[in-house]
């Protein structure tokens, strides 16, 4: 009999691709969400869907669905793909789960997520971060005005890059005003190339991992064109991430942005505790299904890039014309795979699509950005969790 997965977070295209590598690996896949994903739904992937209620507005609700579900479902192996990972590591979700929650304990989770934690722990596992300061009142953050072009300022929690300021002028630095409750850090700015990994590890073992840069991204930060690295920075790179998953007794996905500087030297800038684009370089024949679910190492990434189709054309053309980079725009849609649809499974373009405008219309109703409203009912910013 096929084992059971359970794939959270069906908003995510990193989750239908997951689905995807899983139906491949013979897996019966279930994915569910606190909202429609149409992109989802739209696609013929043999797979189950569900809704759950809202973990951040309805945190009792939403554990005891979830207990119910895999109980009904019986469900092997919950691999949660956004921030709703934290809602499920809650104590007694946790506890409901066991074994079958691919993703490690809160207390893990929130050193990860936390970015100054985050940058304390690499300082104490011997890893490269940048010198970071926890800032906690507007009085912490003055220390930093007459040198701000030196340091990156962002809140400890936060999603998307879209709060962070890389050399503030002097106005937008006074408005920055944290708390105990909301701090912020000061990171210590490295000039040099980004880039970025994502990777699974098995009880502090690496079972997978990609890593790759992009020059498309979104005013936040936000990629939605994924390039693999070239051999040599990423063995670096895979080096820091086989090191940080042994270091932390890593079990589940993780991802890292990191700064490469002029002398080639890698540093972790954050950690994300979930599921990132990176899944699109490793996903197609059911090995990555098989890293998750079984702690059998993948082979070596795809060389080949990825993308979001939709993002490509609305965003990505634009900039091509702005930047004068049609060339380079149109090879990378010549030689690499669109990470939403498949070949016979096109709907789920228009699925995204969908999905973008109905978080559109969802940010508007709120006053917030359409970023900000596709993780409003998963965000966890560190509060208390039952």
């Not at 979930?274 to 993948?298: C, D, F, M, W």
């Not at 995204?352 to 910013?381: K, P």
Request: glycine content about 8%.
């Amino acid at each position: 009999m096929a084992r059971s997965v359970l794939i959270t977070g069906a908003r995510a295209v990193a989750a239908l691709d997951l689905a995807r590598d899983f139906v491949a690996a013979g897996w019966q896949v279930h994915l569910a969400d606190s909202c429609v994903s149409r992109m989802a739904r739209w696609s013929r992937l043999a797979a189950e869907h569900h809704l759950y209620p809202p973990p951040r507005q309805e945190g009792e609700a939403f554990r005891r669905a979830i207990a119910t579900l895999v109980g009904e479902k019986n469900i092997d192996l919950v691999v949660p793909t956004c921030e709703e990972v934290f809602h499920l590591a809650a104590p007694s979700l946790r506890r409901a789960l066991g074994a079958r929650l691919f993703a490690p304990d809160l207390a893990t989770l929130r050193q990860l997520h936390d970015k100054f934690a985050f940058a304390r722990a690499c300082d104490g596992w011997g890893l490269p971060a940048p010198e970071s300061h926890l800032l906690e009142s507007p009085a912490d953050v003055a220390r930093f005005a007459g040198e701000a072009s030196e340091w990156v300022f962002k809140p400890c929690f936060t999603r998307f890059g879209d709060a962070a300021l890389v050399d503030p002028a002097p106005q937008a630095l006074a408005q920055v005003t944290p708390t105990p409750a909301a701090p912020w850090l000061a990171q210590r700015r490295i000039f040099g190339r980004e880039a970025a990994f994502y990777a699974v590890a098995h009880h502090g073992a690496l079972t997978a991992f990609a890593a790759y840069a992009s020059e498309w991204r979104l005013g936040g930060g936000a990629s939605y064109a994924f390039e693999p690295l070239d051999a040599g920075d990423a063995a670096a790179l895979h080096d820091l991430a086989a090191r940080l998953s042994s270091s932390a007794g890593l079990h589940g996905q993780f991802a890292c942005d990191v700064m490469i500087d002029a002398q080639g030297c890698p540093f972790l800038i954050e950690c994300n505790p979930r599921a990132t684009s990176g899944v699109h370089l490793l996903t197609g024949s059911g090995t990555l299904a098989r890293a998750i679910g079984e702690g059998v190492p993948t082979p070596p990434q795809s060389h080949a890039p990825a993308y979001l189709g939709p993002a490509m054309v609305v965003y990505g053309l634009p900039q091509a014309f702005r930047e004068r980079r049609l060339r380079p725009w149109w090879h990378l849609l010549a030689t690499g795979r669109e990470a939403i649809s498949r070949p016979g499974d096109r709907w789920p373009l228009a699925g995204a699509l969908a999905d973008a405008a109905g978080f559109f219309r969802e940010g508007r109703r709120h006053s917030i950005t359409t970023t900000a409203a596709a993780t409003r009912d998963i965000a966890w910013n560190g509060e208390e969790l039952d």
